[in-house]
């Protein structure tokens, strides 16, 4: 596995559809479930390191759990739900 992802990649890692919608819940990611943040640099694209995202991956889990409405989740609502249900 590569030492660093695109965010293609990560969004594959996530178990979600696609580049676009990893990046429309990057920041929530970030700021709720403390997602890692990419390689500080100035070029494109962004990059994260592949064992921070797999560490995440194995303490957060993926972002769409079966059960829980994918809408609810982008909105937010389910921030706590998912912090609790890691815990």
């Keep these: 596995m590569p030492i660093f992802l695109r965010s293609d990649a990560v969004a594959n890692m996530l178990g979600l559809p696609s580049s676009a919608a990893f990046l429309a819940r990057r920041d929530r990611l970030e700021e709720d479930l403390y997602f890692p943040l990419p390689m ?43 912090l609790a249900r890691t815990a």
């Design 40 to 82: 500080p640099h100035s070029a494109r694209p962004l990059l994260w390191k592949t064992a921070e995202v797999e560490a995440w991956v194995d303490s957060y889990g993926r972002p769409n759990q079966p059960g829980i409405d994918p809408a609810l989740i982008t909105s937010g609502k389910v921030a706590l739900l998912e």
